[in-house]
């Protein structure tokens, strides 16, 4: 145990050093720049987004930056979530993107390109230190310092989540300066972080609470960053000051109040709880980092690593919606989840930690990049038949794109780590690591996952104890080492580490055999839906539930172009598993001269049963697919189609009927309706979500052929006697009140004229009556 040096403990390069002490650490990441990947699935997806990093054009992510400072525009700015309120965002993750593959890479043409938008946006800065594209922002921010503030889900003074924007654009300075040494970006970063000490300090507890509703990024994370390069224990207290107390302290307590939250709004709250445990050592802050880990891993997490559906926690106890829902996992969570894996391993470093960063890395991650154009997924179905749409380089500006391009540029970060004299081998990618401090080198030559072992060569020597992580997916006695081509014996069990310690020699040669079983993984809800796993591969497989059918996979550039929006095919027709008996994993059998691709003669049935293969899923693209299969006896299986079939048609009767739709409190559906309101509120009700007003909310809608003929509220007994206006453009549609009805929540139908829209929008508002409230709503569509 030792302390670690300051951008050692950011997993950066050695640059720079600490000011701040920081808390002892157990194990330390090696600099991305000690790793050069070679040929695997990783090399070629890091080439794969270099190339859609270079094709990104910098001074159209600078645009917001310099409108907003009064700049000239040489160009302007990107469409999509960049002009329509979240300006900016893009450009703070492109800088942490270059940063990351300058390091991973040592690409002269990045670095010029990351100088040269440091340096432009340099010319932006405030001399207050203010950094930002949000239209509007320094109006906003200038009320917010004056105790004028109203905040929501997703927008504070009706900015589209603010401070989410500006973590982007601090994140990206710190990563230009960790791992790049870029001294402007170091600079202002601090002035960056000066601002927002001065523009909150006035504001009370009780009212940065009351901020931190909204989705807020990391915002402690990179004011602790601050703290740790100056010392200055104003930017530690700015750290704790934007801590969300509402999920600090539940998980702190061992309290899982999580179902129902936006997902990804709270995993960089915890990402900075244990930043700041890094820096001050203060327990509650890293009990509440490593609860939370557990409960979303062990309790919320399905088998390609990720979690959430529609972006929300769903409960835990009930997966339903993983498998009825199209907008399944979202890649910006597993992002997340593994920087607080990482963040977690060096103060403990257990293999369980690598089992789920390596489950997480090839299942979602590498699976979340189209291969050779390019192009990122936001959501990943588990819905069996559905399938993913990918950004394209100039239209998609989502959150997930910019996560994704940090994504695949750093893939050499986890591979290795050091603990003392020990070097620990976590991952199994074919890579080269310089280990300076030491003067070692070593080389790892694999074909894994197509073949079940790795070999590690020493090009440069000397005496420490190498450390392989014995993968929890390799049977208890199974994996097998050899030195220098004789066995060794392995005292390690799965979940821990082979230890090895000798004198190393150039030349010396260490391979490691790690054999691979085929599995099934159920829901964690012990559903009856299986995934299909080979080690730590999840198996899918292509399907084709309407022939001819032809499919867009690169998203348009519409506020909801993320989602994949086809038909969606019905449960009872996914094909399933077939078996009297449950143990049925011996009827997978590998097909010859093709790496992890498998069959299941006898056991798949329905729509092209006999076709079906069983293939990685990170190498299933432009496809519908199957990942989770329902299982079943030959004699249950017409009563399960038949259940299957009556559960679903109502619902999908509905969303043919629907032309377009929003969820009531739902950050991204309500954002991308252009939600606006005055008074406004939301919350949850149970696991339902709701969206109310003492003044007004409207939100915009689509009906570009003007087929819409009914406007559906949904709204709950329990809100009766409330009494609301409906408008539609301005007309007064009808007037409302909540009625007390026989269930907890009903549907409400309005009929919609046939001249209502304008120019295919709709504009849908709901108006308070003197005295009550509008709302609330717990779902509102747009029907044919």
Request: glycine residues 10%; neutral net charge; aromatic residues 10%.
């Amino acid at each position: 145990m030792r302390v670690a040096a300051a951008f050692v403990l950011l997993g950066a390069g050695a640059v720079g050093s600490a000011l701040a002490p920081t808390a002892a650490l157990a194990a330390e990441l090696f600099p991305l720049s000690d790793v050069r990947l070679l040929p695997s699935p990783f090399l070629e997806a890091q080439d794969t987004d270099l190339r859609y990093l270079l094709a990104l054009d910098g001074d159209r992510l600078l645009a917001p930056f310099r409108r907003e400072a009064g700049l000239p525009l040489p160009k302007p700015s990107y469409g999509n979530w960049e002009s329509s309120g979240l300006d900016g965002h893009m450009g703070g993750h492109y800088l942490s993107a270059l940063s990351l593959m300058w390091a991973a890479t040592g690409d002269s043409l990045v670095r010029e390109r990351l100088d040269y938008f440091v340096r432009e946006l340099k010319k932006t800065q405030g001399r207050d230190g203010y950094l930002g594209g949000i239209p509007g922002g320094r109006e906003a921010w200038s009320d917010i310092a004056n105790g004028k503030l109203h905040a929501d889900n997703f927008s504070v003074n009706g900015k589209w989540v603010p401070w989410y924007n500006l973590h982007k654009i601090a994140a990206g300075l710190r990563d230009a300066w960790r791992y790049a040494g870029n001294e402007d970006a170091r600079q202002m970063l601090l002035k960056f972080a000066g601002w927002t000490v001065n523009m909150t300090g006035a504001l009370s507890d009780e009212q940065m609470q009351s901020m931190l509703r909204a989705e807020h990024g990391g915002m402690n994370e990179v004011l602790a960053d601050a703290y740790q390069l100056t010392g200055d224990p104003r930017y530690m207290a700015a750290a704790k000051h934007f801590s969300h107390q509402a999920i600090l302290q539940p998980l702190a307590a061992g309290r899982d109040e999580l179902t129902g939250l936006h997902a990804n709004t709270q995993i960089p709250k915890v990402i900075g709880f244990e930043r700041i445990a890094e820096l001050t050592g203060e327990q509650q802050w890293h009990n509440a980092a490593a609860f939370f880990w557990r409960t979303v891993h062990d309790h919320r997490t399905v088998a390609i690593g990720g979690n959430s559906v529609k972006e929300h926690f769903h409960d835990d106890k009930d997966f339903s919606s993983m498998s009825s829902e199209v907008e399944g996992p979202e890649t910006c969570n597993t992002y997340n989840m593994l920087k607080l894996t990482e963040m977690l391993y060096r103060r403990d470093p257990d293999a369980a930690y690598g089992d789920y960063y390596e489950r997480a890395l090839y299942n979602h991650i590498l699976s979340s990049q189209r291969p050779e154009s390019g192009g990122f997924v936001y959501f990943t179905p588990m819905r069996p038949n559905h399938y993913r749409v990918y950004s394209g380089v100039d239209k998609a500006m989502w959150c997930c794109v910019g996560s994704g391009i940090e994504s695949q540029a750093k893939y050499g970060e986890f591979i290795y780590a050091h603990d003392g004299n020990a070097l620990l081998v976590n991952l199994f990618i074919p890579s080269r690591l310089e280990w300076r401090e030491k003067g070692v080198v070593l080389t790892q030559s694999s074909r894994f996952p197509d073949q079940a072992s790795t070999r590690l060569t020493v090009d440069a020597g000397g005496k420490f104890t190498l450390k392989i992580r014995y993968p929890g997916w390799v049977a208890r006695g199974a994996l097998t080492v050899r030195v220098n081509g004789k066995p060794v014996p392995v005292r390690a069990a799965p979940g821990g580490y082979v230890e090895l310690a000798r004198q190393w020699r150039k030349g010396d040669t260490v391979d490691v055999r790690l054999p691979m079983r085929t599995t099934l993984e159920q829901m964690p809800d012990k559903s009856n839906y299986y995934a299909v796993l080979h080690g730590p591969i999840v198996l899918a497989a292509k399907t084709s539930p309407f022939p001819g059918e032809q499919l867009q996979f690169f998203a348009d550039d519409s506020r909801m172009g993320h989602i994949a929006q086809g038909p969606v095919c019905p449960q009872e027709a996914a094909p399933v598993f077939v078996s009297d008996s449950k143990d049925f994993l011996g009827k997978f059998k590998a097909v010859p001269g093709e790496p992890l691709t498998f069959t299941a003669p006898g056991l798949v049935q329905g729509q092209g049963a006999g076709t079906l293969r069983f293939i990685p899923f990170f190498r299933l693209h432009d496809s519908r697919y199957m990942i989770y299969w329902q299982q079943t006896t030959s004699a249950g299986l017409a009563d399960m189609k038949a259940k299957a079939k009556a559960e679903e048609s109502a619902r999908l009767e509905l969303d043919a009927r629907t032309i377009d739709q929003v969820a009531p409190g739902e950050q991204q559906p309500e954002s991308d309706h252009f939600f606006k309101g005055e008074g406004a509120d939301a919350g949850l009700n149970g696991t339902r979500r709701w969206r109310h007003a003492s003044s007004w909310f409207s939100y915009e809608f689509k009906d570009r052929e003007g087929r819409a003929r009914i406007l559906q509220l949904m709204l709950a007994s329990g809100d009766a006697g409330r009494v609301f206006d409906v408008l539609l453009n301005g007309r007064l549609l009808q007037t409302v009140t909540i009625e007390r009805k026989g269930e907890a929540f009903y549907s409400l139908e309005l009929p919609v004229p046939a001249d209502a829209a304008r120019e295919g929008k709709l504009e849908v508002k709901f108006v308070a009556h003197p005295g009550s409230i509008a709302g609330g709503l717990y779902g509102l569509r747009l029907l044919r």
